[in-house]
């Protein structure tokens, strides 16, 4: 596939089909391909976690649980189950989720801020690959990139960023994006020439 012409098809895509499901060969593809960004020096500092199956199941409940501690004390329980059951049901509505943190390598000429852009190239990377090969992927943060939480389940240093939890899988047949998604502003409002 032409690369301008997948920059400007790719889409964040939120509704996936439960019919298909992406082969793990794939998913190491389409990440074979994220390792493939530059990188300062050479470090590569990008870590993925692939979740699926019961691993998905596991992160799902973390993610219910994180999104509890924030509730007020007083919520009913009820309530309190019905967004713990609402979360593990969205999570779990997404073939493959791959959480990418970036690790703080010691002894190195970069600082952090380099290896997390280096972090970001790969995951665009990472979606352009997975849109040739026919997949659906949307890139989020959110609670669960943001909690300790998830970093102790992942067994990594708290100081360390988790910068993208990226669902992947099938579009669902005749999904059309979001209007919005469509809009770009014009270039004229970002770009600066500096000729003199």
Do not use: C
Not at 43 to 52: G, I, L, M, P, S
Not at 124 to 136: I, K, P, R, V
């Amino acid at each position: 596939m032409n690369v301008s012409k997948a920059i400007h098809e790719r889409r964040s895509v939120k509704s996936f089909t439960q019919e298909r499901h992406p082969d793990p060969n794939l998913i190491e593809k389409i990440i074979e391909a994220a390792t493939w960004a530059p990188s300062h020096h050479m470090n590569q500092a990008w870590r993925f976690d692939v979740f699926e199956g019961n691993g998905l199941l596991k992160l799902a409940e973390l993610d219910a649980q994180i999104h509890l501690n924030e509730l007020p004390d007083d919520l009913e329980e009820g309530s309190k189950t019905e967004i713990y059951d609402r979360r593990i049901a969205k999570m779990m509505q997404y073939p493959i989720v791959i959480l990418v943190s970036v690790p703080k390598l010691s002894n190195r000429k970069s600082i952090y801020v380099e290896e997390l852009a280096a972090g970001a190239a790969a995951i665009q990377n990472l979606l352009l690959a997975a849109h040739e090969e026919g997949l659906a992927t949307f890139w989020a943060t959110g609670k669960l990139a943001r909690d300790k939480a998830t970093k102790s389940f992942l067994e990594i240093p708290e100081e360390e960023e988790i910068i993208g939890v990226i669902r992947v899988g099938y579009p669902k047949p005749g999904e059309v994006p979001e209007q919005w998604r469509e809009e770009r502003e014009p270039l004229t409002n970002k770009l600066n020439w500096h000729q003199s």
